[in-house]
């Protein structure tokens, strides 16, 4: 039988780092979306920067 | 890095190496003989540490360019160690008390290793507290900077403290003179992991600078949006 102590060191470990890896992966798609809303905005905004004056 | 090699193929260099040494861990090195299962967490504690303590310096050197050159990537640097040590730090100080609880008896005692490693957690958060509650990015960097400057201190007598006083944490086995060393199977064992923790930890680092970038690169698009009513 595995020791219980080793089985929750190396679980202890893989769940940090998932959940790290988890988070990095969030805010980078947080991030995008935030970088597509911009880019919205700006699309948004061009007919009328075109505009004649 | 991210040109010499693509994240994907450093994932998958980091997936295999763990693998190998998970395989190592437990099917190739021998079972010690007084602690029996449990001593197989060494090979995913100490790691850690030696991960810790790399990123700290990592930290300080990033620091120190940062506040002599101002180069903006120095910073992200420092700062994405700081986040990525803080995560390694803390498999060090939960895998730590796991190994001493059936060894010692005891899940902690506050010696001179264990609080000097305990100190360099506090430091990571410090740092990283620091950079989220100081409003201005710049003083924020500034003031983090210094703190990784200062708290370097802590790395060198953290793996000292095993050479210098007698410790509940047991005697260095890698590089600890006379009468110390693991038996070449665990020593070799012990050396894959040391690899595959550092191959994790910079694929860890080089997301959490992409995303450092990505995010400084939005801001500047952002000023720039902002700019530009008032320059038309």
Known sequence: MVNKYLLLAFSALWVIFFL?????????????????????????????????? | MGKILSPTV???????????????IFLYAPQELTMGEVQRIFYIHAPSGWVAGTAYCIVFLGSVVYLWKRP????????????????????????????????????????????????????????????SYVSSPGRAATLAAVVGI??????PIDYMAIRWWRTQHPQPVIAGGEGSGLDPRMFLTFIVCVGAFHCLFSYLLMQRLRLARARRELSAIRRALAIRPSED
């Not at chain 1, 798609?29 to 505009?51: C, Q």
């Not at chain 2, 895998?95 to 430091?123: E, Q, Y």
């Not at chain 2, 200062?150 to 790395?155: K, L, S």
């Open chain 1, 20 to 53: 790290y890896a988890w988070s990095l992966s969030w805010r980078q798609a947080h991030l995008g979306k935030e970088l597509e809303e911009l880019k919205n905005k700006v699309g948004r905004g061009r007919p009328s920067d075109s505009r004649p004056s």
């Open chain 2, 72 to 131: 903006p990537l120095a910073d992200d640097l420092a700062h994405a160690a700081a986040e990525v040590g803080f995560i390694f730090c803390s498999c060090l100080l939960v895998t730590g008390p796991l190994w001493a609880k059936p060894v010692w008896g005891i899940w902690w005692t506050w010696d001179a290793r264990l609080t000097l490693s305990f100190v360099l957690w506090l430091l990571f958060v410090s740092y990283l507290m620091l950079r």
């Open chain 2, 150 to 155: 200062i708290g370097f201190v802590d790395v």
């Open chain 2, 10 to 24: 450093h994932l998958f260099v980091t997936l295999a190496w763990m693998i190998v040494a998970y395989w190592m």
